[in-house]
């Protein structure tokens, strides 16, 4: 069996499509087609005060595609946790990975309504792979733990890559955000990796204040964190060069050609303004 089934009648599903949501805002800066008035309105504010916004999230995703490369070549890795996965966007993670390695298995959790609708495209696995949606929040790790989708696509006696991908700016220190990650990878074995991407103010304070109060406007409570604040997720873990790095920064090399990233020289790090890193667990 090459997949799993997502679950789920889309039909019976409120997507509030009223409200900016902070799903089909990305998939707007993605160029995508999975969004509506009230999400292009929002956006177009977002990238009224900041046009980098577009820059940001086409970074986020190259290195999605990258850093898939460099787990599967370089570490072997084989299995996925992606968490906030938000709207499928080919080359999705899955695709990547099993385009170097057919039998790899990725888990994709989300708990937005909207990507519960394409969860089908997520399951499009290799024939001898395997993929697997949970509609299930980050802030509640044992329920993600915990599913039936995981136990069922994932040997957890074996390493597997945590991905929390443009996720953790959406989770404030209320949420305790720190915690739920160690929670995350206390449950993974030793050669686990965490990779992570998160939007940060260090290098534009002011212009970040006024994105934070459009997502607060539109609904969406979001805290952008320093590096040291970045820094401090990989604790007790084996960082892969160069660290803890602006996005388009770290190993910028070509990634098969699933996205095009700007060349290093031309791009600034407060038009990226993503920190980005690649932790493994001893």
């Not at 599903?13 to 087609?33: E, F, P, Q, V, W």
């Not at 997720?233 to 098969?256: I, K, N």
Request: aromatic share 6%; glycine share 8%.
């Amino acid at each position: 069996m090459a997949q799993h089934d997502a679950g789920g009648d889309p039909r019976s599903i409120d997507l509030r499509l009223d409200r900016a949501h902070s799903a089909r805002m990305y998939d707007y800066y993605l160029r995508g087609k999975t969004n509506y008035a009230a999400d292009r309105a929002a956006a177009e504010k977002v990238a009224e005060t900041w046009p980098s916004v577009f820059v940001c999230a086409k970074e986020n995703r190259s290195f999605l595609h990258r850093v898939t490369r460099v787990l599967a070549e370089d570490l072997g890795i084989r299995q996925w946790l992606d968490i906030g996965t938000g709207i499928p966007t080919s080359p999705n993670l899955h695709e990547v990975a099993q385009e170097i390695a057919p039998e790899a298995r990725v888990v994709y959790v989300d708990n937005d309504p909207i990507v519960l609708t394409h969860a089908r495209a997520l399951l499009t696995s290799s024939p001898e792979g395997r993929t697997a949606y949970i509609q299930a929040d980050a802030t509640d790790p044992e329920a993600i733990l915990g599913s039936g989708e995981l136990a069922d696509t994932l040997d957890l006696r074996r390493p597997v890559a945590l991905s929390l991908n443009a996720l953790l700016h959406f989770l404030p220190d209320s949420t305790d955000p720190y915690g739920t990650v160690d929670r995350l990878m206390g449950a993974l074995p030793s050669g686990s990796t965490l990779a992570i991407t998160h939007c940060t103010a260090d290098f534009d304070p002011g212009t970040w204040g006024d994105i934070q109060a459009i997502y607060a406007a539109a609904g969406t409570a979001t805290q952008v964190r320093s590096r040291s604040e970045v820094e401090r997720f990989f604790s007790g873990l084996e960082m892969l060069e160069p660290g803890v790095e602006v996005a388009h920064r770290w190993r910028p090399v070509a990634d098969g050609g699933h996205s095009s990233p700007e060349p290093v020289e031309a791009l600034s790090d407060s038009e990226v303004s993503l920190w980005v890193g690649v932790g493994v667990k001893p």
